[in-house]
């Protein structure tokens, strides 16, 4: 058997996900993002390529970090649009595919990623109405989930395309939130 290079499963899974979105109704409408291969690279660099449960779950982790992304942007379009409510359909159908795959896990698998897309939320919710949030709260409404899949498959999630995924989010911030960032993903190597 040929092995397996991150790529190829980086572009297979991209397929497998696309297929999965390919409603007719979210097609027609082309509500559904493009793959983001930056984060699919991110999580494919943690696992073991041979591992069909390992696709599986990074597959699984990809639907749900869509998911809750399409439904962050419902607020951008009107109450009542149709646009609002093809973001939450999409995002709808996106956490179906989650736990759909989720299916074929332990329980225990639905029970870990259930909590974490918890406080996930939880921490979306206090970056939206609070001001001087902690590092510790950015970093579970960005990175939650993909820490949730790192610790199932016992893999340290800082990967080389997971550390530039994190940057490219952090540019938003301020830098004395830049430099705390910055710590705090120094000790997650340590």
Not at 73 to 95: M, T
Not at 128 to 150: C, D, Y
Request: aromatic content about 6%.
């Amino acid at each position: 058997m040929e092995q397996l290079t991150n790529e190829f499963v980086v572009t297979d899974l991209a397929r497998q996900i696309e297929t999965r979105m390919n409603h007719p109704y979210l097609t027609k409408h082309e509500v559904v993002p493009a793959v983001d291969m930056l984060l699919l690279r991110w999580m494919v660099e943690m696992i073991d390529l041979e591992s069909i449960e390992h696709r599986q779950l990074v597959m699984a982790t990809y639907f749900a970090h869509q998911a809750l992304d399409l439904h962050d942007q419902v607020n951008s379009s009107p109450n009542g649009s149709l646009a609002r409510q093809l973001k939450v359909l999409a995002g709808d159908f996106a956490s179906a595919q989650f736990y759909k795959i989720l299916t074929d896990f332990p329980s225990s698998y639905s029970d870990r990623f259930g909590q974490s897309v918890q406080r996930v939320n939880a921490a979306k919710c206090t970056l939206l109405l609070e001001k001087n949030v902690s590092m510790n709260v950015w970093l579970e409404a960005n990175v939650g989930l993909i820490q949730t899949l790192s610790e199932l498959i016992e893999q340290p999630y800082l990967t080389t395309s997971g550390k530039r995924m994190i940057e490219k989010k952090a540019t938003a911030l301020r830098q004395d939130q830049k430099e705390q960032l910055t710590t705090l993903l120094a000790h997650a190597v340590a």
